[in-house]
């Protein structure tokens, strides 16, 4: 069936390094793509979005790169700081099927 | 602007209990999604409703059926309870618009079913 899965379950970074979060999907006829950040003991919070007809997009430290042709995604997070410590999921917004998520952790 | 918001925050229900989650949208939108998300997992799709009918559903079975209002608010119900219903529910909220539907979540209801 289709999936969305990350590379890593946990990743640990030093304060002030760049983070980059990978994530593979199934389904060559994905359209739009979320990554969401969620804190413990809240919901998934909306980070930056993506669709099928950009390679790239930036935000505020954050970057996603969209590799059409292997499948694959990526959030990179400039400047990693003890707030970004969370689980970060990619979904499949069209599918509405999320990954399992990647737990950053960041170290001072 | 008021954010996705549901109810109750915690819930302990027994084996065989029935039970009702909330869930309100943010302003302006008009769908609601609601995702099951176990212990260190995903979350997963469960069904969206739009203009009072169910839109999609997830693999889940009967046992899980919903409800959507015509202040767009949303119910979750959860008949039969199992141990494994236990989890994190979550509602997303969205506003039909175009091709594009970014989901916005809500904090969740903690489920834990004895």
């Known amino acids: 069936g289709e999936s969305v899965g990350l590379h890593l379950p946990t990743l640990s970074v030093q304060e002030g390094d760049n983070s980059i979060i990978n994530c593979a999907y199934s389904n060559s006829a994905s359209d739009y793509f979320i990554w969401y950040k969620q804190e413990s003991g809240k919901g998934p919070q909306f980070i930056i979005d993506i669709r099928s007809n950009m390679d790239k997009r930036q935000g505020q430290r954050v970057t996603v790169l969209l590799n059409k042709t292997v499948k694959h995604l990526s959030l990179q997070i400039a400047a990693t700081q003890p707030g970004d410590s969370a689980v970060y999921f990619c979904?499949?917004?069209?599918?509405?099927?999320f990954g399992t998520g990647t737990r950053l952790q960041v170290f001072p | 602007d008021a954010g996705v918001t549901q109810s109750p925050t915690h819930l302990i229900k027994t084996r065989g209990q029935q039970v009702t989650l909330r869930c309100s949208p943010k302003?302006?939108?008009?769908?609601v999604s609601w995702y099951q998300q176990a212990l260190g997992q995903g979350p997963q799709f469960i069904f969206q409703?739009?203009?009072?009918?169910?839109?999609q559903r997830g693999n889940f079975p009967d046992r899980f059926s919903g409800h959507q209002f015509p202040n767009y608010s949303s119910e979750l119900n959860v008949n039969a309870l199992l141990l494994g219903d236990s989890a994190l529910y979550l509602c997303a909220s969205s506003l039909v618009r175009g091709a594009q539907e970014t989901q916005y979540f809500g904090p969740g209801t903690r489920l834990l079913v004895l």
């Open positions: 979904a499949d917004a069209d599918k509405l099927i």
């Open positions: 409703y739009y203009e009072e009918e169910e839109r």
């Open positions: 302003s302006g939108h008009d769908t």
